[in-house]
């Protein structure tokens, strides 16, 4: 009587427990049978390994994923289990070993399913089916600015970005003046639901600006940046062409009148020069016709 008692106040407890804090994730993707145990996914990339627990894989990065049987009095030591892994995507692999590698090359939902079984008759009847739910996300593997490197100041900006990886992406931009050091939390946040970012900025000073970039999606993350230079206005021609010919034709003008009444003179003192010769010559003629002798 104690024991049965004893047995019905753990199962009191354990469900106590499971509706107050939930039943583990690993735990909820048993579908049916008595093999108990969970799904472990792993990402290795470079040096690093990541546990992706909340069934959010990266598409192209070595994979292994894995069935940690839980057996805590040590019963199912002898029992040789046979894995059915059914990757969601038409393939299907089996095989006695508790793991599997395996990469998703392309991004999408997929429902992956395994089935555990034996091959002993004793222990036929053990079972066990799970299914989780697996989002394959594009790593963010580039941060593209597609534009130029140098704008003018005090003149509306556009930069134009395209991020390399799975949307949702969050990026955490900001411009820094010289490129001083930051404050810790200065750069602003923006959701991208795709690919291309498109910024409108005015710079207000000329100089180098540092353009700092952190862009990540659920399952990785990446950080850039850009020099930027920011040079003065030039002076549009639009303005330089009228004010050229307003000069131009002032200095045609002042030519002009300067030099005509110099012309004048010059005229003038020709025409006198004329007319004293003229007059020079007529007196010479009256005396010469006034020595004839009658």
């Avoid at 990339?45 to 940690?68: H, Q, W």
């Avoid at 590698?101 to 395994?114: A, W």
Wanted: hydrophobic share 40%; glycine share 6%; with cysteine.
């Amino acid at each position: 009587m104690n024991w049965i008692r004893s047995v019905l106040v753990h199962t009191f407890l354990l469900l106590i427990s499971s509706l107050a804090f939930g039943i583990p994730d690993e735990i909820s993707h048993q579908l049916s049978g008595n093999v108990k145990g969970k799904i472990i996914f792993h990402q290795m990339e470079g040096n690093s390994t990541y546990l992706r627990d909340s069934g959010k894989l990266a598409s192209c990065i070595p994979t292994m994923v894995s069935f940690e049987l839980s057996d805590p009095r040590h019963n199912l030591h002898s029992v040789t289990f046979i894995y059915t892994w059914d990757m969601g995507n038409g393939e299907v692999r089996k095989g006695s070993a508790p793991f599997l590698n395996y990469d998703y090359t392309l991004p999408g939902n997929y429902t992956f399913k395994l089935s555990i079984g034996t091959n002993n008759p004793q222990h036929s009847r053990m079972t066990g089916l799970y299914s989780v739910d697996l989002t394959v996300l594009d790593a963010i593997k580039s941060i593209e600015l597609r534009g130029p490197l140098i704008y003018n100041v005090d003149e509306s900006s556009s930069l134009s970005f395209h991020v390399g990886g799975s949307p949702p992406v969050w990026m955490c931009w900001r411009f820094l003046s010289d490129c001083q050091t930051p404050s810790p939390a200065s750069c602003k946040l923006v959701r991208l639901y795709g690919n291309i970012f498109n910024l409108n900025y005015t710079f207000t000073s000329v100089g180098t600006y540092c353009l700092d970039l952190s862009v990540r999606n659920n399952i990785s993350n990446l950080q850039t940046s850009y020099d930027i230079y920011v040079q003065s206005s030039p002076v549009s021609l639009l303005f330089i062409l009228p004010c050229a010919a307003v000069i131009v034709a002032t200095l045609v003008f002042i030519s002009v009148s300067v030099c005509r009444p110099r012309q004048q003179s010059l005229m003038s003192k020709a025409m006198m020069a004329d007319r004293n010769y003229l007059s020079f010559t007529d007196i010479e003629l009256r005396v010469k016709d006034a020595t004839i002798p009658l």
